[in-house]
């Protein structure tokens, strides 16, 4: 079973690249398609004003779709720290600053929470996308959302293609291959 193969209304945890990416080519509603509710860490929603998605990630918020998590026990601060050091360590992270990866980690706490009931992590990150799944968490990405809508049959393969190149070109790092990939794979 892959990742793609859980997207059915479900509860999942989530940083703040794949909701740049859903409000940089007006997608959101392929995650309210497949998600019930996202559940972001406080520090998700500093990080999507400081890059402009302020109006849209409350306008999420005040739908119920996001949905902000408590903040993190002393506990869980410590296990953040220790996963952001893990993913500035990590051979596939472009930045050896811990500092830099709280947010991504304190996300992958809050998914580990019971309660929650997350069944998966839409995080793009390469290096915290792997320690993610060393703890044995699921992962997809936008891309991963537009690929299911794609082997659905709800967005062509044109479609893919555009959004894809729309992100990339607004400043998301999807590399050609991965757009390629996504709509060679899963366009229709």
């Known amino acids: 079973m892959t990742p793609l193969d859980e997207l059915d209304r479900i509860t999942a945890a989530c940083n703040t690249g794949p909701l740049i990416s859903a409000f940089q080519c007006a997608g959101t509603e392929l995650l309210r398609r497949y998600l019930a509710r996202l559940v972001v860490a406080p520090a998700e929603l500093t990080e999507l004003e400081r890059h402009g ?37 990590h051979h596939l992270s472009g930045n050896t600053d811990p500092s830099n990866h709280l947010p991504e980690a304190e996300m992958l706490v809050i998914a580990l929470r019971p309660e929650l009931r997350c069944r998966i992590v839409l995080l793009d990150e390469k290096a915290a996308r792997a320690v993610a799944m060393e703890i044995g968490l699921r992962v997809t990405g936008f891309p991963g959302i537009l690929a299911r809508a794609g082997a659905d049959g709800i967005v062509s393969k044109a479609d893919m293609h555009r959004l894809l190149k729309s ?19 899963y366009g229709r």
């Not at 739908?63 to 952001?84: R, Y």
């Open 53 to 89: 998605w302020k109006r849209e990630s409350d306008q999420l918020v005040s739908e119920g779709f996001i949905v902000v998590a408590s903040g993190l026990s002393e506990v869980e601060k410590d296990q953040a720290a220790g996963l952001a050091r893990r993913i500035a360590a």
């Open 167 to 185: 992100c990339q070109q607004q400043g998301t790092h999807y590399s050609d291959a991965l757009i390629g990939h996504v709509v060679g794979v």
